[in-house]
DNA sequence: AAAACGCACAACCGCGAAGGC
DNA sequence: CGCCTTCGCGGTTGTGCGTTT
């Protein structure tokens, strides 16, 4: 175990710090993740506690495979929200940022055609990917304003917990908004935003399969 | 049987945002 | 308004384990 200048703890977290780091959050409750360290007693960085804790000891985390439902949802956030992957995993319960970011890593990423090397220089050179189409809206506050967003039949609320804070930057992602920074208040306005979250959300059955076909050939979903 | 390789995932790092003073 | 601290996120790296040779 290797440990900072500092003499920080780092490297792969034991049963005995998961217990320290669980009772103190039990009795302390979460935030104020700089006290935690000093309250556990751990000899651990917040960063390091906080991440342990979102991501393993959290009540509800849901380990394993991915099911189809949750790869759907991946797939058609991700094309809406690019690598969001907090807001991503914000809507697939019991699944956090960076389990949904290692599965888009190592598998979905792969079956879009990035692997090996060419994944690597992807991974490296992601300014490129800021050049795609890829959707990047920033987190906003609409003050007083509603937001209306399409939901998929079937399927639960997919945006109702997206995040909304304010900004006042331009973003592409405002110039692509058919009822930009507003409600869509005529019909003409409301069948426009329909279509545009619509194509937002648009993956075909066609691509899902193959992603599904792909995916579980290498063994991640066992249970569809 | 063991070394090499590849994959999946846990963990760390750096940076920007937010909030307090 | 600027500085400082803290938080949270995305990108990247490290490590362990299974598979292949």
């Known amino acids: ?45 917040r960063k390091s506690c906080r991440l342990r804790w979102l991501n393993y000891l959290r009540p509800n985390i849901k380990r394993g495979c991915f099911s189809k439902d949750e790869v759907d949802l991946i797939v058609r956030l991700h094309k809406l929200l690019g690598n969001k992957w907090s807001l991503i995993a914000g809507r697939i319960p019991g699944r956090t940022a960076n389990d949904v970011k290692n599965f888009w890593n190592t598998h979905v990423g792969k079956n879009l055609g990035v692997d090996g090397e060419r994944r690597k220089k992807n991974v490296m050179n992601t300014k490129n990917s800021k050049e795609t189409n890829i959707i990047r809206p920033r987190a906003r506050t609409f003050n007083g304003l509603h937001v209306t967003w399409p939901r998929e039949h079937g399927k639960n609320d997919a945006f109702s917990n997206v995040r909304i804070t304010s900004t006042t930057e331009n973003l592409d992602y405002e110039k692509q908004k058919p009822f930009h920074n507003n409600v869509a208040s005529t019909p003409e306005e409301v069948d426009e935003s329909i279509r545009w979250w619509s194509n937002l959300l648009e993956t075909t059955e066609d691509e899902l399969e193959n992603l599904f076909e792909d995916v579980q050939q290498t063994g991640k979903m066992s249970e569809w």
């Open 1 to 45: 175990m290797q440990k900072n200048p500092r003499g920080v703890r780092k490297g792969t977290w034991t049963k005995e710090e998961d217990i320290l780091l669980m009772e103190c959050i039990d009795k302390y409750g979460e935030g104020k993740w700089h006290q935690v360290p000093l309250k556990a007693g751990l000899n651990r960085c």
